[in-house]
C-alpha cells in the first residue's frame, strides 16, 4: 500500500466519483454543512427550491454573524427567514449573538476525519481539527445538503514540515503569514495544504485554527492539521471527547511538493496594506503611527487570544490616539473572559467591547479615520474592506495588535519588556448551548419572508454565440470583494439581488451596473487569479443579473469560478497571456461555435473592433458545460426535477 497523506486519506473515504488524481474532477460526499446569514439566505432560497423535505446531511448548521447591524428592517427579516427554514428542514440555528460560523463550529461541531462544506471562505478553519473543510458558494451548499455530492477539481497536496517550537511572542498567525509572504495569495491555488512534522505538536489547537483560517488567503481549497492528542485535549474541554478520532499523513506520504518552515526562526510578522501577502517583519514598519487597533474575526478571537489581549493590558493603558475594539468570537469566548476577569482587564485599560460576530471584518461598522493605519488580527486587507475607501489596514497576530494599542505605533511585542504570554487551553470550556436551537422533530413551520427577500433570478442556457462588448477591463488579483462590496450598506441586499446589483464594481467604476444594463449582454475581461477572496456568490449572481454573459480572464480563483458556471456565466481563459493586452474597454468581441468549444476546450474570439483573433480556453467538464447549457446549476437541477415521474 502507497503511503497516503492525511488529505487523500479523508478525501478516499467520501469519494463517490472520479479517481483522486490532481487535476481530475472528483465528487465527494458531505458530512456536515454551514451557511451564514450573508450567504445563507440565497442558499437556502436555492435549497427551498429544490423541494426537499429535510436536509441529507448528518449535520447542518445556520449561523448568523455577518449582518448582525440591524440599521433597517432587512438583517432582522432575514434572521426570522433563516431560523424559520432550520426548523423546517431540520437545520441547526445558532442565533444571532452566539458567535462567528467558524469560532462556533469549531467549538461545538467539528469533527475529525470528516467533510464540511461551508458558503464562506473561511470554512477551511475547521481543518484544525483534522476535517476536510471547504468553502463554496451557496447553491454547492444547497445541493450538498439535498445529499448531493460536491464536485471539486482533485487537488494538489503541499505539505508543510514544521519542525522546531514556536518563539515567546510568536503566533499561529506568523506561521501563516510566513507562508503568505512565501507563497502570495496564489500560492495555494489548487493544493490542500497539509501540515505535518515535530513541530505540529508544539502548536496549539488555537493556532492550528489560525494558520487553516488563513489558507484561505493563499487561494488553497482547503488545509488540514493531523487529529492528535492536543486535538483530544481540545475536544474534551469542550465536553466532546467522544468525537475524537486519531487522524495523520502515514509515515512517509507522499506529497506533491514540500516545504520547511522552522518554528525556532520564525519572528513577529505582519502583513501590509492592502494585500494579506504584503508581509514584512514587524521590525520593518515599526513606529508607524497606529490609529485604531481590532482584535477579532474567525482567524483570532479564541478565548486564548482574547485572554493573551487582557494580560498584556492588565494594568496598562490603551494609548490615548488609539481606538481599540476586541470582538469574543463566540459566546463561550465571551461568557469565559467575563467569568475569568479578562473582561475587566479589557475595560479597564480603555478597551471598546464588541458584539460577537464578524464586524468591523466585513465593514460592519468601525471603519478607520481617513489616512489613518488600523491594525487587526483579521484575515484580511483588501482596499476598501473595512469601509473606509482608501485605508491602510495592517494584519498581524493579537500580540503584535496590543503592542500597537499600548504604544500607538506599530512595535515587536518582544521590544515591550515584558513576560511573554502563554495561555493554554482550559481543561473544561464554559459549555452552555443555548443559542443554538436544535432542529424540530415535526416540521410544521411557515417559513418567514420579508419584503426584502427576493426571489432567485434564473441564469439563461449558454447560447452558440456571445457578441458583446467589453464593459471592464480590471488587472491582477481581482477580489470578490472589488465584484460585489461587503460593508454596513451592501450587505442587507444580499437575500435582493436587482437591488444589490445595483453595487456590482462599485468601487472599481461605479458606472459598470449603468452601462451593463443599456448594453444587456456583456463581457468581462481580467488578469490572473480573479474572483480571490469571499465565496460570495453574490459576485457572479448580480453580473448574471446584469447580463455579463462571459468572463475572460488570465486565471480563475477556484470558488468564484464554481460560482460563475452555478449562475451560467462562461469562464474562459485567454491561451495566451499576452492577448490581454490587446483588448481595451468598449471592444466588442465575439466568441462562436461555443457549445462546440465547450467540448473542445478552445475557442476563437475575434475583437470586432479592433478586427484581430485569438484562442482562448474554457477547459470545461463535462458536467461544467451540461450546467452552463442549462442556464446554470439551479435550472439543471429544476429540470431534472420536472423529468422525474412522481
Ligand atoms: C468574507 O470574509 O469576505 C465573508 C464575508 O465571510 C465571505 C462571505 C460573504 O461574502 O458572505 C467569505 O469569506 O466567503
Ligand atoms: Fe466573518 Fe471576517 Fe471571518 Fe468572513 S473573515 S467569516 S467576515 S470574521
Known amino acids: 500500500m502507497v503511503a497516503q497523506s492525511l488529505t487523500y486519506k479523508i478525501l478516499e473515504a467520501h469519494l463517490v466519483s472520479g479517481t483522486l488524481k490532481a487535476g481530475e474532477e472528483i465528487g465527494i460526499r458531505i458530512d456536515q454543512t454551514l451557511t451564514q446569514d450573508a450567504t445563507g439566505t440565497m442558499a437556502y432560497l436555492q435549497f427551498e427550491a429544490m423541494d426537499i423535505p429535510k436536509v441529507q446531511t448528518e449535520l447542518s448548521v445556520s449561523y448568523v454573524d455577518h449582518n448582525m447591524l440591524q440599521t433597517g428592517f432587512e438583517n432582522a427579516d432575514d434572521h426570522r427567514y433563516l431560523q424559520s427554514v432550520a426548523a423546517k428542514y431540520g437545520i441547526y440555528f445558532s442565533r444571532p449573538g452566539n458567535g462567528i460560523c467558524h469560532q462556533v463550529h469549531r467549538e461545538r461541531f467539528a469533527v475529525p476525519g470528516k467533510t464540511l462544506l461551508g458558503s464562506d471562505s473561511h470554512t477551511p478553519t475547521a481543518g484544525g481539527l483534522g476535517m476536510i473543510a471547504i468553502g463554496a458558494g451557496g447553491l ?10 460536491y464536485f471539486l477539481t482533485c487537488p494538489k497536496v503541499l505539505g508543510v514540515k514544521l519542525t522546531g517550537t514556536l518563539q515567546p511572542w510568536c503566533a499561529g498567525k506568523d506561521v501563516i503569514l510566513e507562508l503568505l509572504r512565501q507563497r502570495t495569495v496564489k500560492g495555494g491555488v489548487g493544493k490542500i495544504v497539509e501540515y505535518f512534522g515535530p513541530g505540529v505538536l508544539s502548536l496549539s489547537v488555537s493556532h492550528r485554527f489560525t494558520i487553516t483560517n488563513m489558507g484561505a488567503e493563499l487561494g488553497a481549497t482547503t488545509s488540514v492539521f493531523p487529529s492528535d492528542s492536543r486535538t483530544k485535549d481540545f475536544l474534551e474541554a469542550q465536553g466532546r471527547g467522544d468525537a475524537w478520532v486519531a487522524y495523520g499523513a502515514d509515515e512517509g506520504a507522499a506529497y506533491d511538493e514540500v516545504v520547511e518552515i522552522n518554528l ?33 474575526s474567525c482567524t483570532n478571537s479564541s478565548y486564548e487570544d482574547l485572554a493573551t489581549a487582557a494580560l498584556m493590558l492588565r494594568g496598562k493603558q490603551v494609548h490615548p490616539n488609539v481606538s481599540m475594539t476586541l470582538t469574543p468570537g463566540s459566546k463561550q469566548v465571551f461568557e469565559m473572559i467575563v467569568r475569568d476577569g479578562y473582561f475587566s482587564d479589557l475595560i479597564t485599560a480603555g478597551a471598546r467591547i464588541l458584539e460577537s460576530s464578524c464586524g468591523p471584518c466585513i465593514g460592519m461598522g468601525q471603519a478607520p479615520a481617513t489616512g489613518t493605519v488600523s491594525v487587526r488580527s483579521f484575515n484580511r486587507n483588501f482596499k476598501g474592506r473595512s469601509g473606509t475607501s482608501e485605508d491602510l489596514v495592517y494584519l498581524s497576530s493579537p500580540e503584535v495588535c496590543v503592542a500597537a494599542a499600548l504604544t500607538g505605533k506599530i512595535t515587536d511585542p518582544r521590544d515591550l519588556g515584558i513576560e511573554p504570554i502563554q495561555i493554554e487551553i482550559p481543561d473544561q470550556y464554559l459549555v452552555h448551548d443555548n443559542m443554538i436551537v436544535p432542529p424540530t422533530k415535526d416540521g410544521q413551520v411557515t417559513v418567514e419572508r420579508g419584503p426584502n427577500i427576493k426571489p432567485v433570478p434564473l441564469a439563461e442556457p449558454l447560447p452558440n454565440e456571445v457578441k458583446a462588448p467589453v464593459l471592464l477591463v480590471t488587472g491582477d488579483d481581482i477580489t470578490t470583494d472589488h ?9 442587507p441586499l444580499r437575500s435582493n439581488i436587482p437591488a444589490i446589483s445595483e453595487f456590482v464594481f462599485m468601487r472599481v467604476d461605479p458606472t459598470f451596473p449603468e452601462r451593463a ?12 487569479n480573479y474572483g480571490q477572496g469571499s465565496s460570495r456568490e453574490h459576485a457572479a449572481l448580480a453580473p448574471m443579473y446584469l447580463g455579463v454573459r462571459i468572463v475572460l480572464v488570465k486565471s480563475f480563483a477556484r470558488i468564484h469560478r464554481a ?3 452555478n449562475f451560467g456565466i462562461l469562464p474562459v481563459t485567454f491561451a495566451d497571456e499576452n492577448d490581454y493586452d490587446g483588448i481595451t474597454q468598449g471592444d466588442e468581441l465575439q466568441f462562436s461555435d461555443l457549445h462546440q468549444a465547450m467540448k473542445t476546450g478552445n475557442v476563437t474570439v475575434h475583437n470586432l473592433t479592433k478586427g484581430t483573433s485569438f484562442i482562448a480556453k474554457t477547459d470545461l467538464t463535462p458536467r461544467e458545460a451540461q450546467l452552463l447549457k442549462a442556464g446554470g446549476l439551479l435550472s439543471e437541477i429544476k429540470a431534472k426535477k ?5
Open 642 to 646: 420536472a423529468a422525474t415521474p412522481v
Open 517 to 528: 444594463k443599456a448594453a444587456g449582454k456583456s463581457i468581462v475581461v481580467g488578469g490572473s
Open 140 to 149: 454547492d451548499v444547497a445541493v450538498a445538503m439535498a445529499g448531493e455530492p
Open 483 to 491: 465584484i460585489m462590496p461587503a460593508g454596513a450598506k451592501v450587505l
Open 563 to 565: 460560482n460563475l458556471i
Open 264 to 296: 525556532d526562526r520564525l519572528e513577529p510578522l505582519i502583513a501590509c496594506p492592502s494585500s494579506p501577502d504584503k508581509v514584512v517583519s514587524v521590525r520593518e514598519v515599526q513606529g508607524t503611527v497606529v490609529s485604531q487597533v481590532c482584535i477579532g
